[in-house]
């Protein structure tokens, strides 16, 4: 998908995605290879994760096993993720990586690219 290169914002405005689309930041994701205190292992992604639920700017370090099934843009391309209300109109138009898929009850993920950059969108049912 070719970036709009239409769309120039002001140093000032924040940037579509939360102004007019109403996606909310949620997190960084930067990959490591790293052994770092607190990390979680997430088994069927064969990954760990760790700073997610303590980092006051909302980072979190991922950590991968060699054999993770988790794409290798995302296991070497730092990502940031976003809170959307509707994780399938969210998606329209723009080119996937992984498809909306329940991850734990009540949370729906997605990842996309944008200009070879990974960004996570994520769907809380609240």
Not at 16 to 25: P, T, V, Y
Not at 38 to 60: A, C, H, Q, R, W
Not at 83 to 109: C, H, P, W
């Amino acid at each position: 998908m070719e970036q709009n290169l239409s769309y120039k914002r002001k140093d000032y405005e924040p940037p579509l995605s939360i102004n007019k689309w109403g996606w909310r930041f949620h997190h960084i994701g930067i990959p490591t290879n790293k052994q770092l205190p607190n990390e979680k292992y997430i088994k069927g992604l064969k990954m760990f994760v760790t700073g997610f639920d303590t980092s006051p700017y909302g980072i979190e370090w991922m950590r991968f096993e060699n054999n993770s099934p988790i794409s290798v843009l995302v296991q070497t391309v730092p990502h940031i993720a976003f809170e959307v209300d509707d994780i399938e109109k969210a998606l329209e138009g723009k080119e996937v990586l992984t498809a909306a898929n329940t991850i734990s009850e009540g949370i729906k993920v997605a990842m996309i690219i944008d200009n070879g950059a990974p960004i996570e969108l994520l769907e809380f049912g609240k």
